[in-house]
């Protein structure tokens, strides 16, 4: 992995275990594709938490 690659996993890592932002968001903040956000985060180690679209309705 790319040194600045290593540096967006480190960062989406960050993001996602903050829980304030979506991956969707994340992606585009970090400037990579969703399936690349969700391959740094298994890179990293990352739990990847099961979409429930129960939540999304309040």
Known sequence: MTKEAEQKA????TYYK???MGVNQIAKE???S???L???L????VK????NKSNDIK
């Open 10 to 13: 480190i960062l989406a890592e």
């Open 30 to 32: 970090i400037d990579v």
């Open 18 to 20: 903050e829980g304030k």
């Open 34 to 36: 969703k399936m690349t």
């Open 42 to 45: 298994r890179y990293r180690g």
């Open 48 to 51: 990847i938490s099961e979409y």
């Open 38 to 40: 969700y391959k740094y």
